[in-house]
């Protein structure tokens, strides 16, 4: 993406998405109260009337729901998103991080009522691939099955992401790149937290696989780019949807991941909205962040976690 994308998210929200914008006083300042509770704001300050927000995201082609895997709360936040985009815009696509694309005939079996919930998640391979509690996940997956709402494998095998992470991308041969092009290079600020978060979880005493900063790098950005061509997959596929993506906030943040290699693959009509937990440290909240945040009661995220 454009190094400009801080600023064109901050005109966007003052003036592409004709939101209606309301006094700083309506968003405190604290420590622990820097979002609206229960409700929409820009990042950096001003709270947003949620409908007419909504109204210009459904005009998107695609819409980018951050989360935290481990986290209700979150995830109670983007099936009512989902639920609001869908009452704006009924035809969607369903992008989803969770599911490598070798698991797609499950999505697709579900989608048709194919398979009950057992069968859904052991023919996904849930326990594998993901591991993290399926009931916070089964409530947005019964939604897209009663609704009609094709879900997309967005992901790739972890075994993928964990060779290029030891050797790097150009030492991984393409006929095991499960058709992941060469990712658009990390913005410097994306490589400097990508440089952050190496040293907190690879000190050096654990880095006796070989892996080095910049295969850790290359790994993150196979990670993104995987799952934006999977994005950009659906929108071939599905020229008149709105393709609306979940995937984990460190992919999302500032437009440093998924969007930058979207940008790369010449997909630019897109948002970005994120949750914010009441608690958080404010210092994280700042321009360009997302397009537009939502704050909940839920429990602060660390920002120096690896993205997922």
Request: charged share 25%; glycine share 10%.
């Amino acid at each position: 993406m454009a190094a400009g994308f801080a600023v064109s998210l901050i005109v966007a929200a003052a003036v592409g998405f004709g939101v209606a914008r309301h006094n700083t006083a309506a968003v405190g300042t604290a420590a622990n109260d820097c979002a609206v509770s229960r409700g929409w704001s820009i990042p950096g300050g001003e709270s947003i009337d949620g409908d007419v927000l909504l109204d210009s995201i459904a005009q998107r082609t695609v819409v980018l729901l951050g989360e935290r895997h481990d986290s209700a709360a979150h995830h109670q936040w983007q099936l009512d998103t989902l639920r609001a985009l869908h009452l704006r815009r009924p035809f969607l696509v369903l992008g989803l991080e969770m599911f490598p694309r070798r698991v797609q005939p499950a999505l697709d079996g579900w989608l048709r009522g194919e398979l009950d919930e057992a069968e859904f998640l052991e023919q996904s391979d849930w326990a594998n691939v993901w591991r993290f509690d399926p009931d916070l996940y089964m409530d947005i997956f019964r939604y897209a099955r009663d609704h009609g709402i094709p879900m997309r494998a967005l992901n790739v095998e972890a075994a993928f992401t964990r060779s290029v992470g030891r050797t790097g991308f150009d030492a991984t041969p393409v006929d095991q790149r499960e058709g992941v092009t060469r990712p658009a290079e990390a913005s410097k600020r994306y490589a400097r937290w990508l440089d952050q978060v190496f040293r907190i979880h690879r000190p050096p005493e654990e880095r006796g696989d070989g892996g080095t900063l910049a295969h850790f790098i290359d790994a993150q950005l196979v990670w993104d780019r995987a799952m934006a061509q999977g994005i950009r997959e659906a929108i071939v596929e599905h020229p008149d949807a709105l393709v609306v993506s979940l995937i984990g906030s460190g992919h999302l943040r500032h437009g440093d991941g998924v969007a930058h290699q979207l940008e790369d693959l010449g997909v630019s009509d897109h948002a970005t909205l994120l949750p914010w937990d009441r608690g958080s440290d404010c210092r994280n909240l700042v321009a360009g962040m997302a397009h537009a945040i939502f704050g909940l009661d839920a429990g602060p995220q660390r920002h120096d976690s690896p993205p997922g």
